[in-house]
């Protein structure tokens, strides 16, 4: 996560290098090409650069070729902002330029680090038949770390959401042969909401219209032909950053906020999906009062957070919920009680040997268990059912399943 940070400035680099370790990175600072060259010698795992295009001893963005030849990702920064130094340096591979006077220099700069470390694991799709364009719009792409796939038609493409389902952007062109854009983009409208997907629509056509068009089919932008890169990368970043922030909204909306396990709500909706039977068990902390008055709600929190992490262990496949104080609820699509029980069983020893560490002293705790399992079953009977089953457990002892 090392950054380097290369500005002859002490006024800007220790602003540079202080906002890059707030948001997570390693600032690795050099005032010359002779630093840089010396640091990346002693540490060449770089994932960024953030580059003054001129030097001391690289007045005309030397230093740059160098970085560009062990495939650092670099954001230039100039004081110049001239049209001659701007397509100076967008001719060059740069993932983007900024300049020094704009008072939002910094805060684009640390944005577009961020993209750097997320955009690697961001899938676009490119649409278009014409092969020459697609690869235009894949060496862009590239240069921002994103994994790019190409259709030529919209019958691939179609066929490529169906089967990659982390694919988070699409750049359509509408002119091509059967399927338009427009009619492809209202298409996937119908299976892919924009929360999961955001899709740009392109075109060299000059139809007034035409961005009407592809917003009204479900495209959530659109660009016409010619643009520049500047536009295109501001594009792209938005709607990326637009569905990042949608699904950061819903899976807000769906989780706990301390365990961050499916809550009561979503637990319900992903129950509504199953179509085979399946094993259910409500699950409670034993005594978890007395964790909170004796250790402190600092302790009891991660006695919480302990067990919803060996729950998701245990049951990797199931669903997980926090139902609400100490109580969760683990659903298996695996009907089989005997499977289940094991598993629960083994779930129990876990909790039961885990020590922590408290200023009060080590603390042990363990947990009881009811458990419930049907084929094809109303999931209200089987909760009514494991909550009456945990209620036994209790009653018996505590640290215990009971399943009948």
Known sequence: MRVLVIEDSLVLIRPLCRMVEEIGFEACPVHSLAEMRLRMAQEPKFVAAIADYSLPDALNGEHLAELFQVAIPTIVLTSRSDVEMRERILQLPVVDYVTKES????????????????????????????????????????????QVLEASNAKQALECLHQEKSIKLVLTDNDMPGMDGIRMTSTIRRFLDHDRLAIIGISSNADPTMTTRFIKAGADDYLQKPFNFEEFFCRVTRNVEFVENLAALKDSADRDPLTGLANRRYFFEQVMQL???????????????????????????????????????????????????????????????????????????????????????????????????????EISRLLKLADERLYHAKQNGRNQICEG
């Open 103 to 146: 008072p939002a220099a910094f805060d684009y700069v640390m944005r577009m680090l961020i993209r750097i470390h997320k955009n690697p694991s961001i899938k676009v799709l490119i649409v278009d038949d014409s092969t020459s364009f697609r690869a235009f719009l894949r060496e862009h792409l590239e240069r921002h770390l994103y």
């Open 275 to 377: 179509k085979d039977g399946y094993s259910l068990a409500v699950l409670d902390i034993d005594f978890f009062k007395n964790v909170n008055d004796q250790y402190g709600h600092d302790v009891g929190d991660h006695v919480i957070c302990n067990t919803a992490r060996l729950m998701e262990q245990f049951f990797p496949e199931g669903v997980v919920a926090r139902f609400g104080g100490e109580e969760f609820v683990i659903l298996s699509p695996n009907p089989m009680e005997k499977d289940m029980r094991q598993r629960l069983e083994d779930l129990r020893q876990a909790i039961e040997s885990c020590v922590i560490v408290t200023t009060k002293g080590s603390l042990r705790y363990t947990v009881s268990m009811g458990m419930a399992a049907a084929d094809l079953p």
